[in-house]
């Protein structure tokens, strides 16, 4: 079956009868009907699925507006707190997830004793995401083990070729444990004996300050769990190998995700609805660096609900390009029956200089099917990616999906090569399993195919002008207009294909 959708940008009502019938829809965010649960396939045809068995593609942002970051300089705080307008600006973009960053600094303060107050602020923004149909992925967040490993403060005298650090985010004072090593570094902030020596601490469960990591996991999912909007939980981010040897590390990093995985599973199981939602889980800090972890982790669960969850930064730090990143992704997805999910990418250049990198990697990923989730919204001026080193200061703007002025955090807009390319057009979920994606970021126009029944759901941004819909195995269009764009509902059967173009 063939059909030919050519509607006119008017009134949602003049819109519906201009395209043939259909019962007009209520203006307004996405999320008109709770978001269906999510869960992973693992095994032959792998993916994200939603309750009404549709492949999803999670495509969003990172958002670190209740991390817990270092300030090196009062003048400059950090982070940018969470604004009422940022998840209906992220919905405008057509972006459908949120990778939440929480830091284990706020969560649990001192060993066994859990900020409630902090832990509302989370579930409050899970709230307010959903209003706008939004998923969130729960990320335990930290960069060079946390904001107390800083050479300010201490007795570390730094000769060249070290330096002073700065301090970053993630674990609390009393699970940071050093062994007095100095916190000089080599140029990485990830290359400094002290943070060497938390990580191996952590590993090794010195104090028990892994078997707290866990316990504290558990007590967030008891928190969240509940959200039928949370996607998953991002267990450890970018995890640091220590002193360990990569092959040792591999196997220690393998340990703490089974425990984790079993405390997560017992938390959700505890409730009364008892959800299960997916592990996101990320191979060590070498694979942001480089674009690929040699050797791989064991397969250390066999829970169904997992996907394989690296960061891209090729060409942009690491040296590998985006089609080998995404080649080696798959690659070891694939050992795990799994698909994968890049939970961060971004180019941080002069923003008049980054289209060309942005558009190959939407390219790539729309290609090779998966979502990723762009670092990140809005970065502070005082943010230690921002301010860099002691007395560091910031540059006049700071390059995210947002721009930032600086000083003062001053919203500027955003990023227009980022703000276009995250809001082209899209599946946002596909009956069975998608088999072909492609979709133009300057005009909006998209096609796709794929294999199943129910009700195909797409983006459509409001630069596609009058959207014509065509293909076969499709079903009468109904589309809704929505902040920034448009929600096509599309019923197929079978095997169906579609091609979105701009109307005459």
């Known amino acids: 079956m063939s059909v030919l959708l050519r509607c006119a940008l008017i009134s949602l009502p003049m819109l519906l009868a201009a395209c043939g019938g259909g019962a007009a829809s209520p203006q307004g965010a996405v999320a008109a009907t709770a978001l269906p649960p999510l869960h992973a396939v693992r095994g032959t045809t792998p993916g994200i699925f939603d309750a009404q068995g549709r492949q999803v593609l999670l495509r969003g942002v990172n958002y670190n507006a209740l991390g817990d970051y270092y300030v090196d300089q009062p003048a400059f705080p950090a982070p940018i707190l969470p604004k009422p307008a940022d998840f209906p600006q992220m919905a405008a973009l057509g972006i459908n997830s949120v990778r939440l960053l929480l830091s284990w600094s706020r ?58 650090a700065i301090g970053w985010d993630g674990a609390p004072q009393w699970a940071t444990i050093t062994d ?128 394989f969850a690296p960061h891209f930064y090729c060409g942009s730090g690491a040296p590998s390009s985006n089609a080998q990143c995404f080649s080696n992704a798959q690659a070891v997805a694939s050992l795990y029956q799994t698909t ?102 300057a005009t909006g126009e998209a096609a796709l195919s794929g294999n199943g029944t129910g009700t195909l759901e797409l983006w459509l941004p409001e630069r596609i002008g009058k959207p014509a819909i065509s293909g076969s195995g499709l079903g009468a269009p109904a589309l809704q207009a929505v902040p920034g764009g448009f929600i096509a509902r599309i019923p197929v059967s079978g095997a169906y294909s579609l091609q979105l173009r701009r109307g005459s």
């Open 107 to 164: 969560v649990e303060p001192q060993p066994g004793q859990y900020d409630e107050a902090y832990l509302a602020q989370v579930r409050r923004q899970i709230e307010l995401a959903a209003a706008q149909g939004l998923y969130v992925i729960v990320d335990m967040h930290q960069d060079a083990w946390g904001k107390f490993v800083a050479t300010r403060g201490t007795s570390d005298v730094c000769v060249a070729p070290l330096e002073d």
């Open 340 to 441: 994968f999910w890049v939970g961060e990418w971004g180019y941080f250049g002069a923003p008049d200089s980054i289209s060309g990198d942005v558009n190959e990697f939407v390219a790539d990923q729309d290609q090779a099917l998966v979502g990723a989730a762009e670092w990140q919204w809005a970065q502070a001026c005082g943010d230690p990616h921002t301010i860099g080193t002691p007395g560091g200061k910031p540059g006049a703007t700071v390059v995210q999906l947002k721009l930032i002025g600086c000083p003062g955090d001053v919203d500027l807009g955003f990023v227009q090569a980022n703000a276009q390319a995250m809001s082209r057009s899209y599946p946002r979920a596909a009956p069975g399993q998608l088999q072909q994606l492609s979709s133009d970021v």
């Open 180 to 307: 007095g090593l100095t916190t000089c570094r080599i140029a990485q902030r990830e290359i400094s004996p002290a943070v060497q020596a938390a990580f191996t601490n952590f590993y090794l469960d010195t104090q028990g300050i892994q078997t707290r990591f866990v316990a504290m996991w558990q007590h967030v999912v008891s928190e969240v769990a509940g959200y039928p909007n949370v996607a998953g939980y991002d267990l450890f981010n970018e995890p640091n190998p220590g002193f360990l040897l990569e092959a040792d590390a591999v196997t220690y990093l393998s340990t703490l995700y089974t425990r984790l995985v079993t405390a997560i599973r017992a938390a959700e199981s505890a409730l009364p609805q008892q959800p299960q939602h997916i592990i996101f889980f990320e191979p060590d800090i070498i694979w942001s660096l480089v674009g690929v972890t040699l050797p791989t982790l064991p397969v250390f669960t066999n829970d169904s609900n997992l996907v």
